[in-house]
């Protein structure tokens, strides 16, 4: 055997880091928040299922009757002569004032009587029959009792509207409040809180997802309703141009007053309602 000495392994030279265009090796790149890239993607998958639902609509344009289905372009050359004319500001106008008071008030009284319903069982069992009734009634009937109640007129409507929606809204909050935490309300007596900061800041922040959700399908039913209510019994809004339209078979027509409000309804989501949520639910992250 050879009695040279093995000589040890030189030690391991770390690599240096590659520094692209884009950074230096001083500066390291800064880094985009998780949230914000879910929200760009999501922002170009809403923006593609709209190509894909226009160009499905011209496909079956052409291969329809243009009276039957007219195509986007026919619809949309309808739409700038309404709003030229002024007539589908004004209809849609009143048809949005009356959507945001029955909203507002389906909201107020559907929340209170909800976290009542959720907090204490005596008043569940008392108005649980009740609430099971008004889920149960078909809108067309709320909304003729009311217009014989009170006749024709814009109260009659709101009020038919709102009737038909609260029952949703306290469902979906006395759900809420009986899931709320009741370690976080021990804590709040703990470090003798009041009432009105126990409210707003342990038990109003958990109700904030249920709310938001009874807020979001809210504005999906009250619209529809509000149409029915305008064409059974109204001289103006967008539920009354749709009666006229139907009565001339003007589908362009119909098309255009729809594409307008679902817009109106699609941007109070985009805008509004999903902005609210993450500004109201950042305390979670």
């Not at 807020?215 to 001289?235: D, H, Q, T």
Request: proline share 6%; charged share 15%; with cysteine.
């Amino acid at each position: 055997m050879s009695a040279r000495r093995l000589a040890p392994p030189a030690p391991a030279v770390p690599a240096r880091p590659q520094v692209t265009s884009s950074t230096s090796p001083h500066e390291p790149a800064a880094a985009v928040p998780q949230g914000a890239l879910a929200r760009r993607d999501e922002g170009r998958l809403r923006i593609a299922s709209l190509v894909v639902f226009v160009l499905l609509w011209q496909l079956g344009a052409s291969l329809a009757d243009s009276r039957t289905l007219p195509d986007p372009l026919a619809v949309l050359a309808r739409i700038g002569a309404e709003t030229a004319s002024l007539a589908l500001p004004g209809h849609l106008a009143v048809t949005l004032g009356r959507v945001a008071v029955a909203f507002a008030a389906a909201m107020l009284v559907g929340a209170l009587v909800g976290m009542a319903m959720g907090r204490w069982r005596k008043v569940d069992a008392f108005l649980d029959a009740w609430l099971v009734l008004g889920l149960n009634i078909p809108a067309l009937v709320t909304i003729i009792l009311c217009y014989v109640w009170f006749g024709l007129n814009d109260w009659a409507a709101i009020v038919a509207v709102a009737i038909n929606k609260i029952p949703t809204v306290i469902v979906t909050v006395r759900e809420g409040a009986r899931a709320v935490d009741p370690r976080l309300l021990e804590v709040a007596r703990a470090y003798r809180l009041g009432r009105r900061t126990t409210f707003l800041r342990v038990y109003l922040p958990q109700l904030v997802p249920y709310l938001m959700a009874a807020a979001r399908s809210g504005l999906s039913l009250i619209w529809k309703i509000v149409l029915v209510v305008e064409l059974l019994g109204r001289s103006e809004g967008v539920g009354f141009q749709l009666n006229v339209f139907f009565q001339f078979f003007d589908i362009t027509g119909i098309l255009a007053y729809t594409l307008v409000f679902a817009g109106v309804v699609l941007a109070a989501e985009g805008w509004v309602l999903r902005p609210l949520e993450r500004l109201l639910g950042a305390w979670r992250a």
